[in-house]
């Protein structure tokens, strides 16, 4: 790209600032929650509008592909076929927005406050996946990309991705690709920017405690019958030792030991303690012992709990010693745990300690591998010098605590690897009420990303 | 009450027996659930249906009078201010409903199904204080009760009973009595009649815990900050040892101990294990150490999680590592332990067990005060002559683990012991989905009753 048409790039962005955004309402207001079954043809809306969208960017075509589950949208334009091929992935699907009342506005009704777009999905990955439908149409807008680019969205990230294993096996012709550039992680801050290169994998498991077979009085028989809330509770404390080690037998097994050089690398990353605890409204962190904040989010697994329901959570009091206790908990893994065994071993360990009294059923959801990702590929090289050149700082590669299961997916099913080039900021809330991303991130996305492109069909 | 004039009483109740269940249906209908302020006008609506059931029943007057809560009904039949007076205590509000799901039939449309009337509030205590009316009625259609009656049917004894104790005292003079009788518990079994003697009385808390001050993603936070549902569910598991033993210092420091002889006594009751647990579909029964179901659930303390909620418990997966979770905790007291001493010896260990990484909160609900009744009076007497009468078998005295606080609260500020002639049953499901109240238990209380007065009024 000349200089001339970097300007133009810059001159088409500043001049349909207010399109793209009105734009990417349009898509927020959709409620596209996958995990509740309610907002089904909500889900579906939004894959439409996704399609269109592209189409209206000007893809050569986009289709709808119904799976068992949420639809995925594909769409390729293709400049010609000798050149290189870049598959952008990103999903429209969103997560539940509750707690609702704690939403200053509502979450689908997308607002700007304080040079931000508060909505539901506005960083993830809604916002992210509109940067690269916006840096398409500037591109053809402005000479054209100068390769070919396939887009692959899918609406079932937030439960799982539990159908887009399938479908990349089924369609692997179409999907051929040089590599694969994903939006849905963050940056360290606006002006720190960063490059994901390392991705937690998850275990999630639901766990359900059942004491007696019905609800009784807890006067009556208080005291004398295990109370599945209590049990549940003993059981989840026995699942760390005062040292904050997760106490599954083999747990740590497979866990991928750093170098001190590679730890102190990672410890390099910005991190200011006073800061993050005055973020996060905490007078004291809590952790495994022996490693540091970014230690414990970027290289050890967690075990956490989601959820917790039991008994009578409505307003007063109500004396009943419940039947039963739930609970949601996901373990993040790392580099070699494997995401089937970890589950196998939870379950294992959990069963064994729950005690006669009580009955316990445990049900997986769904699952991802742990991946690292190459920082010398000439796409991972594309990436960091076009965030140089508009964020005017080289961007750190970091490893991030997330899981996007489906890069480990993409490694095994089309042997890609990926570039994670996100724009959000932890501080985001993204999974929280209040989520938001900065106009600056928009926008900044939408003009990086045609340099990634120039740079890397230079490479 | 000559043996013509009980004849007529059977004929009378014979004869009127499906009016009787219509009008008590209509109670039934109305969900006057105290704890949910959003059924305050359903709560104010059962007390005008009672109030009008009082006066067709035959009372000189019957009263509204409101309080800052639910309103007090209030009614009297004076036969002959010289003679003996009866205090009847019930209550017209119920227990919320939840889990709705559970019930095969809606709670607040009564059904009767195998010889049971099933409906929230249809033995607690509706269904209860409706035999109290009818067999007030039966008494004056059949020549007029032998003493004089006063009713107090509260609207707020499923919350803790907050403002009768205040219009006790302001009325003292209108409640004066000789005893007060209150239906409101069970027997053993519809062949095994008994009146309970001794009642647990109860601390309620609510605790909160928060650790970031807002939901977080749990896989970029998770690790790294305390998780609230995790230190509650560790808080909880500090509240017991192994011998499920409760650890709040002091908590046992005024627990009356039972001599071996109460104790032996108190084990005579009729109690199956086999059975007991059949009923709960529990393989084992847990609690206390040293101490048989019947001592656990009659003499001593207990210490029961009643609802526990926190982070996304709604379908699917959602990796959201909340701000907040809570817990709603009672204790059921016994003889010479004070409720308030109780809360606050609670509210000292939860709080000195909270580590820095949280905040803690406790909201004290209602208490009340464990009590004894006397089994040597004439209106004990007077009741376990009628049961006896009724049933064919000397009732059995026990010490129930429920708690109406309200016993002890009269014996304060009016001076007056209480006789608990209850008809329920343990297995009616009383707080629970799927209440319900045996025809035969609804019926033979309208037909002992009359013969209480009888007995007390000769006495």
Chains 1, 2 share one sequence.
Not at 199 to 218: F, I, Q, W
Not at 242 to 270: C, Q, W
Not at 363 to 369: A, L, S
Request: aromatic share 8%.
């Amino acid at each position: 790209m000349s200089l001339t048409a970097k300007a133009s790039v810059t001159s088409y962005i500043e001049s349909n600032k207010k399109r793209f955004l009105d734009e990417l309402f349009e898509l927020l207001r959709i409620p596209s929650v996958s995990a509740d079954s309610k907002y089904k043809t909500e889900v579906a809306r939004a894959a439409e509008y996704v399609k269109t969208s592209l189409e209206q960017a000007g893809v050569d075509k986009a289709e709808i592909y119904p799976t068992p589950g949420h639809p995925v949208v594909y769409a390729e334009k293709i400049v010609d076929p000798k050149l290189k091929t870049v598959l952008v992935y990103g999903h429209y699907d969103v997560q539940p927005p509750d707690p609702l009342e704690l939403w200053k506005t509502p979450p689908f009704e997308p607002q700007i406050r304080d040079e931000k777009i508060y909505a539901r999905g506005s960083c993830d990955d809604k916002g992210q996946v509109f940067m690269h439908i916006k840096a398409l149409e500037v591109m053809i807008s402005t000479g054209g990309p100068p390769c070919n680019i396939k887009f692959l969205i899918e609406g079932e990230e937030e439960v799982g991705s539990d159908n887009l294993a399938n479908f990349t096996r089924q369609h692997k012709e179409k999907l051929k690709a040089d590599v694969i550039l994903i939006s849905d992680t963050a940056i360290i801050a606006n002006d720190t920017p960063s490059i994901d290169v390392g991705l937690r994998g998850l275990s999630y498991v639901e766990v359900e405690v059942t004491g007696p077979n019905h609800d009784l009085h807890s006067g009556v028989y208080g005291g004398a019958v295990a109370n599945p809330i209590q049990i549940l509770c003993e059981m989840i404390t026995k699942m760390k030792d005062h040292n904050n080690h997760i106490t599954i037998p083999g747990f740590y097994d497979d866990v991928m030991v750093l170098s001190d050089r590679e730890r102190g690398e990672l410890n390099k990353a910005p991190y200011n303690e006073k800061e993050y605890k005055k973020e996060l409204g905490v007078e004291e962190l809590a952790g495994e012992s022996g490693y540091t904040t970014l230690e414990r989010t970027g290289i050890r697994p967690t075990f956490e709990l989601n959820g917790i329901l039991g008994g009578y959570t409505g307003e007063g009091a109500k004396t009943v010693l419940p039947s039963k206790a739930f609970a949601k908990i996901s373990m993040r893994l790392v580099p070699q745990q494997k995401s089937e065994k970890i589950t196998q071993l939870f379950t294992d360990y959990f069963t064994s300690i729950a005690p006669k009294s009580v009955k316990v059923r445990i049900t997986p959801h769904h699952g991802g591998e742990p991946v690292v990702t190459p920082t010398d590929s000439p796409a991972y090289r594309a990436a960091a010098a076009a965030m140089e050149e508009t964020f005017g700082k080289k961007p750190i590669p970091t490893r991030g605590g997330g899981s996007i299961p489906i890069v480990a997916m993409f490694e095994q099913e089309l042997g890609l690897k990926s570039v994670l080039m996100g724009f959000g900021l932890d501080s985001d809330l993204i999974h929280s009420p209040n989520e938001h991303f900065g106009l600056f991130n928009f926008f900044k996305g939408i003009e990086t990303i045609p340099l990634f492109y120039r740079n890397y069909a230079a490479s």
